[in-house]
């Protein structure tokens, strides 16, 4: 009987032990903090870069013959000379360089900047007559345009999206413009019957360069992969001026009034498709 009722009474002690450890609060570990968010792509920095691409303006050459072409009456081969010295050359070509600069990012809303590009620029064409009959002898005529280099120095605006940037550019564009052309004649008036070549030449004939300051507008998008490297498609228009030479020729024979002309290149604007590779600092 004692022994059932010790069996008893060690039951119940471990079972309101029991109940009671159940009671009890728990200390469990708190959960791990939620990983950080992963940091704002940011374009702020200096960069430097290459750049390659197309360009394409178109040269528009003509001449107004002035002095004894025209007066006291118009020369008899006025058309052909006016001809010769009118052609339009397309300066389609490559070009390349280099480019520095700034961005500032304007929390996740904005990005201003700013950009200097020096450009080498493979644009030149020419052409050439081949001999026009004329009244007394015949006449040709060559020209040639050129622009070998464009710098730019330039403020951008963008809009980030992640690793994308979508921007506008202006600023001062700069480049050289190069014109020469030569109209030649020749007279067989004093020496009737003997071969072309015999008779005298003369010429209206020049140059004349430049160095363009003008203003140029474009935009673009560029890509970074990381922190450093980024790649650009850009396309820019700058407009260009013409240029203008006048020349005098004095028959050797006749004497004055001089043979004058003023000699036009007329240049469309400049358009630069281009892409590039920037490492940012």
């Known amino acids: 009987m004692r022994r059932r009722l010790l069996t008893s009474a060690a ?16 200390h469990k570990p708190p959960p791990p903090p939620p990983p950080p968010p992963p940091p704002v792509f940011s374009w ?13 303006p178109t040269s528009k050459i003509s001449v107004v013959p002035g002095g004894a072409w025209v007066s006291p009456t118009p020369d008899a081969d006025l058309g052909h000379v006016t001809a010769a010295g009118t052609d339009k050359l397309g300066l389609h070509g490559f070009t390349g360089g280099a480019q520095l600069g700034y961005n500032y990012q304007i929390n996740n809303l904005l ?33 040639a345009t050129k622009l070998d280099s464009l710098f730019t120095l330039r403020a951008r605006v963008g809009l980030p999206v992640d690793h994308f940037l979508f921007y506008l550019t202006g600023g001062l564009a700069v480049t050289d413009e ?8 020749q007279n067989n008036s004093q020496n009737v019957g003997l071969p072309l070549t015999n ?27 990381d922190s450093h490297w980024s790649v650009k498609g850009e396309y820019l228009y700058a407009p260009l001026k013409s240029l203008g030479f006048s020349s005098s020729y004095t028959s050797p024979i ?8 003023q000699h036009n290149d007329s240049l469309t604007g400049l358009n630069v498709f281009r ?4 490492y940012r600092m």
Do not use: C, R
């Open 11 to 26: 039951v119940l002690a471990l079972s309101a032990g029991a109940a009671f450890a159940s009671d009890l609060p728990t």
């Open 44 to 56: 702020t920095g200096f960069y430097v870069g290459v750049n390659g691409g197309y360009a394409d």
């Open 111 to 143: 990005v201003l900047g700013a950009e200097a590009d020096a450009n080498y620029l493979g644009l030149h064409n020419s052409y050439a007559t081949p001999d026009l009959p004329g009244s007394p002898g015949g006449y040709w005529a060559s020209g």
């Open 178 to 185: 190069k014109f020469s052309q030569s109209i030649n004649f």
């Open 199 to 225: 008779g005298f030449i003369g010429a209206n004939a020049g140059s004349a360069s430049s160095a363009v300051a003008t203003w140029t507008l474009g935009g673009g998008v560029e890509y970074a992969f």
């Open 254 to 261: 006749s004497g004055p009034p001089a043979y004058t002309m």
């Open 275 to 278: 892409i590039g590779l920037n």
